[in-house]
């Protein structure tokens, strides 16, 4: 069965500083990965999404970045956090066809 | 621009009543239809599917249907119990078949 892991679940970081957010599929090959946050009372926000490694969409032009080293690893990144990065960030996957996403655990980002 | 609008924020069922969630698409070109329940500081969980051939699927307890000519779907949970109290998201599959956009969510209670 397949398995999706992100860590860590909880990062308190000071504004300015960089961000790293891992996120690893398990028993499956080739899939999509999405990376989604959800701030305070709202909804779901698309972030990046990959087809396959070194090929990334970004859905919003922000402070974040990602990268796809390997087939089922997916990692976000940032330089200098601000406030406004604050937020819940979940990473999902998919199959390539028309198939439901799977999400992780998610981890709760503070900046402060 | 809110792609996929749910613009009941929150609702309260008694159990055993019908729970009724819905949701509204802005894009006739969406053909790909998902609900999600989600727990507080957890991934969210596919809960079902329909696709735009469909007006309706159902698994278990839970059915959604689909009205093409309005853009709009909605979630019947039936009987509901206090385990389905979560917040659930609607979700389309953009039109380019890889990009999942999410409603802002409906918080359901279900008051035992």
């Known amino acids: 069965s397949q398995t999706i892991h992100q860590w860590p679940a909880t990062l308190v970081q000071p504004v300015g500083s960089p961000l790293s957010l891992e996120c690893t599929v398990e028993g499956t090959s080739n899939p999509n990965l999405y990376w989604y946050r959800q701030a305070a009372g709202r909804g779901l926000q698309l972030l990046f999404y990959?087809?396959?490694?070194?090929?990334i969409s970004s859905e919003v032009p922000q402070n974040l970045s990602a990268s796809r080293p390997q087939d089922r690893q997916f990692i976000l990144s940032s330089k200098k956090l601000l406030l406004s990065d604050s937020g819940f960030y979940l990473c999902?996957?998919?199959?390539?066809?028309?198939?439901?996403?799977?999400f992780g655990n998610g981890t709760r980002l503070t900046v402060t | 621009d809110q792609q996929v609008k749910q613009n009941s924020p929150s609702l309260s069922v008694q159990e055993g009543r019908i729970s009724i969630l819905n949701c509204d698409y802005t894009n006739s070109m969406f053909d790909y239809f998902l609900w999600y329940k989600k727990y507080p500081a957890e991934g969210p969980t596919f809960l079902i599917s329909i696709s735009s051939i469909k007006d309706k699927n159902e698994d278990g307890r839970f059915t959604v249907f689909l009205n093409k000519s309005a853009k709009h779907l909605s979630l019947h949970i039936v009987p509901s119990q206090p385990g389905d109290s979560a917040v659930y998201f609607c979700a389309v599959l953009g039109i380019t078949g890889n990009q999942f956009y999410f409603g802002t969510g409906t918080s359901l209670t279900v008051i035992p």
């Open positions: 990959s087809i396959g490694i070194d090929q």
């Open positions: 999902a996957w998919s199959r390539q066809a028309r198939t439901p996403l799977h």
